[in-house]
């Protein structure tokens, strides 16, 4: 029987989970957390720690450097990227996120 835990994938290092439960959100103490966020628009950024963050509204490509593989990210979706990544995101939906740094 198939289990209804979310899938986490892992692309170039960022790891998503879509649509996590609500008890998970709980646990990470998601809520709480600080909230970025900024408009449709394409920007290099670097990781100088690893951030983990839940996407509360938007609709991403993360273009990591050395990568030719868009991962793409949305509402919903719990993402961790490592630290010391660099990468181009490229906002096409206004994001509003939840975030921490390690």
Do not use: Q
Not at 53 to 78: R, W
């Amino acid at each position: 029987m198939a289990s209804s835990t979310p899938a986490e994938t892992e692309k170039s290092g960022i790891k998503i989970l879509r649509n996590p439960p609500e008890s998970k959100l709980s646990d990470l103490g998601v809520r709480s957390w600080p909230k970025w966020g900024c408009s449709p628009s394409k920007f290099p950024w670097a990781y100088s720690a690893r951030e983990t963050c839940y996407l509360l509204e938007g609709k991403v490509k993360v273009f990591p450097d050395g990568s030719d593989d868009a991962v793409e990210i949305a509402a919903g979706d719990l993402v961790v990227f490592p630290e010391g990544m660099s990468c181009i995101w490229d906002v096409s939906v206004a994001v509003d996120k939840h975030y921490k740094f390690d």
